[in-house]
């Protein structure tokens, strides 16, 4: 996830400017002496943050076809330019953008003149270094996200948009005595365009929005779509995948989503119709492979107009393929949300619902401690909805319980990650009563009395851009220690995972970033922060904790997201100011994109040790209009865990109709 490096771009420039030309959303500089690549450079303003910068290898401006762009125009209005003989520099209210005209560099600074990045000359000699002792500016970088969306902790991004043609350099290894092991190169292919955005933001939460900002929105899955997930490479039969959803209702096993990995012409489905019917009588959804580079005409002839309700890809798509699937279906049925699985990590995927799969897990721990990281990078670079697949299997009947062991550790990761998706049957992993299976049940419970802070997650990705797994540098730029971790996140504002990745452990080593206290999400104890510590992770749990000021509603244990949860549990973290705000909308279909959703605005003033839930707003059909918020207030003096009875002392009951209440403790 995390890499010291020095970013390089590619230098096309080292020519004299004679023209300048304005643009509705830009300017267009015509060289007059040209080196063998670049003759033209454009400038497009995106909106104040975000600068397009393409250069061609003659003066006539093509398009590029390939795209990632989801808009045809720019800024028209809020921006400025100016040219001498030394350089061009464009300005918005956030960036100053020079290209200089003798050295052939593109430098980027804020609105102080604070420099942000700067292109080396074609000497391969740059300013940077200079202009950041300067500025006392960090010397080092740390780079995170994945090709070709990279984000860098010193308030830029980098979305390469001609990602076809350009080659990825990694120099690092371990031998201390390369000089170059942190260096990573971007390299167009021989006579290919530069086209690159430039992406500045204070936070890196505005770095993703930039992306998003160019590449589309991530709309909001069905909620059901946040519930389990399960899959069997035996669910090829009509009587495997009935028997499969029945044997989880049988056991009271929370599930929302049966997949069949086969794609529809190997499968035995006779009466698919009929198998349909029977699922979603069990109040739940299915999902079958596509043939690879399925026309949408035959997917949607064939079975879409049997009932089912999603798509599971086991080619590698890119965004046009999937775009096709996702017009296709919106085209036949406008209403119901879409859900596509995929195992492509290609950019520019969520604004077509695509879930992608982290599909080169392997049976292992070192794997698993890796995943973390991997799952963390995907969310910075764009990516808000992934989930994982782990291929866990049992080699004979020695390794039966290392193998359950290791599932179950994969699991209690996947519960808080943001698609939850299981690979085996958990009956098949340990009979009940065995721990694996509590474990397992345990965190499927969890996962769904967490659903209302989890799919209010989902609606702030949609309205706010918003990263529901985050690596702890998104919520704690300043805190020096958090760069160098890598093996625990923030899932949403208010709660901390450290999934535990070693075999046979009952404890691991949790870094607690600076905020006046962490609480145990378990137990409601007061942990300090800033403070690394060694804390217990036993076989069935995995450390869990929640920042001081952190909010979290929570609902009831849930067969399914179909069940009706109108009453809240709203748990409140001493320590610090906070805030949430609880949405909702009708679940499953695209009301939403029209104003048919409600927020809650849940607001904690530590000083006053006051709560208030405000006016709801919004309004959409069959939305809870009364309900029974119960408010546990958790601090050093009171500590309740998740679990425990609620005592007097800690719990209160409001009564909420929509009008603002106010609560003290």
Not at 48 to 68: H, Y
Not at 244 to 263: A, L, V
């Amino acid at each position: 996830m995390m890499r010291k490096l020095t970013y390089l771009l590619l230098c096309l420039l080292s020519v004299a400017c004679t023209v300048v030309e304005k643009e509705a959303d830009g300017v267009t500089i015509y060289l007059k002496k040209t080196s063998e690549e670049a003759k033209t450079i454009h400038l497009q303003v995106i909106n104040d943050n975000v600068i397009r910068v393409t250069a061609f290898p003659s003066k006539i401006i093509s398009q590029n076809e390939t795209s990632l762009a989801t808009f045809t125009h720019g800024m028209e209005t809020g921006w400025s330019y100016s040219a001498s003989d030394e350089d061009v520099v464009l300005k918005t209210s956030a960036l100053f953008v020079s290209v200089q005209l003798a050295g052939g560099r593109i430098i980027f600074q804020n609105k102080d003149r604070r420099l942000i990045l700067a292109e080396p000359d074609c000497g391969g000699k740059t300013l940077e270094s200079t202009v950041r002792q300067e500025f006392e500016s960090p010397s080092d970088e740390l780079f995170y996200g994945t090709l070709p969306f990279i984000v860098s902790n010193t308030h830029y991004g980098i979305l390469w948009d001609n990602a076809t043609e350009t080659t990825f350099e990694n120099s690092r290894d371990s031998t201390e005595s390369n000089p170059d092991r942190n260096k990573l190169a971007f390299q167009s292919a021989s006579g290919s365009l530069l086209d690159y955005y430039f992406i500045y933001g204070e936070t890196m939460d505005e770095l993703v929005s930039g992306y998003r900002t160019v590449t589309g929105k991530a709309i909001i899955p069905p909620q059901w779509a946040m519930g389990l997930w399960q899959s069997s490479d035996s669910y090829t039969s009509q009587n495997a995948l009935l028997t499969g959803m029945n044997r989880f209702r049988d056991h009271q096993f929370p599930i929302d989503n049966i997949i069949s990995t086969t794609t529809y012409e190997n499968s035995r489905f006779p009466d698919m119709t009929k198998m349909l019917e029977d699922i979603h009588a069990m109040e739940a959804q299915f999902a079958i492979a596509l043939p690879p580079q399925a026309s949408w005409e035959e997917v949607g002839k064939n079975i879409f107009a049997k009932g089912v309700d999603a798509w599971w890809l086991n080619n590698l798509t890119d965004a046009l393929y999937a775009k096709s699937i996702y017009k296709g279906q919106e085209k036949a049925d406008n209403y119901h949300r879409s859900v596509i699985f995929d195992g492509s990590k290609a950019p520019a995927l969520q604004q077509y619902s695509v879930v992608t799969r982290l599909s080169d897990e392997k049976s292992s721990w070192e794997d698993l401690k890796k995943s973390i990281a991997t799952g963390a990078s995907l969310s910075l670079a764009g990516t808000p909805y992934w989930a994982l697949e782990p291929d866990v299997t049992q080699k004979n009947d020695s390794m039966l319980e290392p193998f359950r062991e290791l599932y179950t550790r994969w699991q209690q990761f996947s519960a808080f990650t943001p698609i939850f998706r299981a690979t085996h049957e958990p009956w098949h992993i340990a009979p009940e009563g065995h721990a694996a299976y509590s474990s397992l049940l345990y965190y499927a419970n969890l996962r769904y009395r967490l659903m209302p802070y989890i799919y209010s997650l989902a609606g702030l990705c949609y309205f706010d851009d918003y990263t529901l797994m985050r690596p702890p540098v998104m919520d704690f730029p300043h805190d020096a220690e958090v760069l160098n971790v890598d093996d625990q996140y923030m899932f949403g504002p208010a709660l901390m995972v450290c999934p535990v990745y070693r075999e046979a452990v009952a404890k691991r080593e949790v870094y607690f970033p600076q905020a006046p206290v962490w609480y145990d999400v378990y137990s409601g104890r007061a942990v300090d922060g800033g403070l690394k510590d060694s804390v217990t992770a036993p076989y069935e749990h995995i450390p869990l904790f929640a920042r001081a000021g952190a909010i979290v509603p929570m609902g009831y244990p849930l067969q399914n997201t179909q069940e009706a949860q109108k009453n809240l549990t709203l748990f409140v973290y001493a320590g610090a100011d906070g805030k949430f705000t609880l949405y909702e909308d009708e679940n499953t279909n695209n009301n939403y994109l029209k104003g048919r959703f409600t927020q809650i605005p849940f607001t904690y003033n530590h000083a006053e040790m006051k709560l208030t839930v405000g006016k709801c707003t919004g309004e959409f059909q069959g939305m809870t209009r009364k309900r029974i918020i119960t408010v546990v207030f958790v601090s050093r003096d009171h500590p309740t865990g998740i679990d425990f009875r609620l005592s007097e002392k800690n719990s209160h009951t409001l009564l909420y109709n929509g009008d603002e209440r106010t609560l003290s403790f």
